[in-house]
């Protein structure tokens, strides 16, 4: 494999304009002249600037001395859509089966590689600084070192969503070291062999997970650890928060259980009703407008949640994106019980997420303080 063509990524994002080490989820803003210099700096080949060379020192410990801005710069252009986000599903298909998972029905379906390239493309052109790959399990999808590599070149920040299976295998590892992501997120769903292997419906999904914790670790790759807690593996709830403490300082927990994104109640079914709690008040976000979410056929949506009225972006071109904002607005709208209700500036749930809980039947106590 080639190596990287960048060290530093400069790019719009939003309002702001940032310096950025991939690898790194750390970054310097920089004024919009220092922006402008070094557009004008990496065209013409010119030394870095002494206080880039002196900014990389600070933040990454990088030496770059002598280096030309050319071959350590990737300066992206400015975007007129501003989406500076985005989730791409690469592939729905997993290799467990886990019940409590939304994406339902997991099949192993995606775009060819032509098309791929051409939406990566797309993304690029939208603003899209910060990409999120996901699933499914995204690393079992054929196409997945083309995506992540192309999007790396590029010029944007990845993450990638993992079950962790094939983090130990030579070609992922090979992949994610030359190429570094900002972020490596993997779920936790048990803390014993047996309590995993259950809840994945894979026997020997516990030591892949583990071989790949351990491989990944090894490697130096920046983990962030989700404990996923259900009523299987609720027993299990403070060791697997001590199993995630130990390979990453980044870990959050996930108890609230949600229908599936086309509105499927089995989810629920895994709730631990004594993990339920007080979430905080919604008030509103930047989904569509900033950030968007792309499924395995290219289809734009508002976010994984709210995917009424998708864009085809193969077929309409970044242009497309235009039009998110406002399914956006709408979307975010109260409407039907909700429409006036006297809870609504403490209300925990979106409205996406209040239609999906009602069209899988959901009791109230799941998503509504009337309850």
């Known amino acids: 494999m080639s190596a990287p063509t960048h060290e530093l990524i400069v790019s719009p994002f939003l309002d702001e304009h940032l310096v950025l080490h991939p690898g790194s989820a750390r970054g310097v803003r920089i004024k919009t002249h220092r922006y402008l210099e070094l557009r004008q700096l990496a065209a013409t080949g010119a030394p870095l600037p002494a206080w880039l060379r002196a900014a990389a020192r600070r933040g990454w410990n990088l030496d770059l001395a002598d280096r030309s801005t050319g071959e350590t710069v990737l300066v992206r252009d400015p975007s007129p859509y501003g989406h500076g986000r985005a989730s791409y599903e690469v592939n729905n298909g997993c290799n467990w089966a886990c019940s409590h998972c939304v994406y339902g029905a997991k099949r192993h379906e995606g775009l060819a590689w032509e098309a791929r390239e051409r939406l990566l493309h797309i993304l690029r052109d939208a603003g899209v600084l910060w990409l999120e790959l996901g699933g499914g399990e995204c690393t079992i999808d054929r196409h997945f070192p083309e995506t992540y590599t192309l999007a790396y070149d590029l010029g944007m920040m990845v993450e990638i969503l993992t079950n962790g299976s094939t983090l130990y295998r030579p070609h992922v590892l090979d992949l994610l070291t030359t190429r570094r992501p900002y972020r490596v997120t993997l779920s936790v769903y048990g803390a ?138 709408r979307a975010l709208q109260r409407h039907s019980g909700c429409n006036g209700c006297s809870l609504q500036k403490t209300c925990t749930t979106c409205m996406p997420l209040v239609t999906l809980y009602r069209k899988a039947g959901s009791s109230l106590d799941r998503y509504c303080q009337h309850a």
């Open 192 to 329: 014993t062999e047996a309590t995993f292997d259950e809840f994945t419906g894979r026997r020997g999904a516990f030591r892949k997970f583990v071989r790949g914790l351990d491989a990944a670790r090894e490697a130096g790759l920046p983990l962030s650890l989700s404990v996923v807690v259900t009523r299987e593996n609720a027993h299990e709830a403070p060791a697997m928060r001590e199993l995630a403490a130990r390979y990453a300082s980044r870990v959050r927990e996930y108890s609230h259980m949600s229908p599936t994104f086309t509105g499927d109640a089995d989810p629920l079914a895994q709730q631990a009703p004594e993990f339920l709690h007080n979430r905080t008040p919604f008030t509103g976000c930047d989904a569509g407008h900033t950030s968007l979410n792309v499924n395995p056929f290219g289809l734009a949506s508002v976010c994984k949640i709210s995917r009424d009225h998708p864009i085809p972006l193969l077929k309409e071109g970044v242009a497309g994106l235009s039009r998110l904002g406002d399914i956006a607005d």
